[in-house]
Each structure stands twice: as structure tokens, then as C-alpha cells.
């Protein structure tokens, strides 16, 4: 990425559920044929102790992020930034693999 989103045109702002079970992977926002799905800011919650991690595809994709670890009934939040926090490599789903415990939360994103 060479700049900002400030830099491009406007992006449709869109928003999708985190919804994932106590173990395993879960699609939060489904692959767009050639496009990149960049996560602008997003709000987890776990209940009980868990570890959270994101991917490109399918949880044996690209890794978006390490593995977090929430403690007991916690949440990691995420403040909104304009150049994302994160994206999918391009065609790919944007997925969650949780370890533990359910999370619940929200997120925004743009396809690029």
C-alpha cells in the first residue's frame, strides 16, 4: 500500500458479525472475486479464556494477525483507522479461528 485511503476514491463503508464457536475457524466476511477485504476497525468479545486469530481463507490461509489472548470474559478492541488494520490477500475469505471460547463482536470493512 503506497497511501493513504485519502489518496483514493471513496470506499463503501460495509459491516459484518463475528460469530464464532468455542473451537475452530469461521468465515466472518466472504471472499469477492478479485477483491481485497481490509478490515477498518472491529470489537471482539470472548466468554471465557480463548485465543483469537485472523486469516486469509480458510485458518490454514494467510495469518492476519498472531494469536490473542483473551482472559476470562474480555474483549479486544480495535479503533477504526481509515488505511485498515488488516486485509485478505485478493479473492480470499476473511476468517477467524478461535480457541477455547466463543467470541462475539462486529466489524468494518471496504473491498478494495
Known sequence: M???????????????????????TATV???????RIRVLSYVACSGGNTTVEWFSDDGSGT????????QGIDQITVAYSPDGQFQTVSGEALAVTVGGNIIRGHLSYIEI
Do not use: F, H, R, W
Open 29 to 35: 466476511v466472504a471472499a469477492v472475486t478479485g477483491k
Open 63 to 70: 495469518a492476519l494477525s498472531g494469536a490473542m489472548n483473551l
Open 2 to 24: 503506497t497511501g493513504g485511503l485519502q489518496d483514493i476514491a471513496p470506499q463503501e463503508v460495509k459491516y459484518a458479525v463475528i460469530n464464532a464457536a468455542a473451537s475452530g
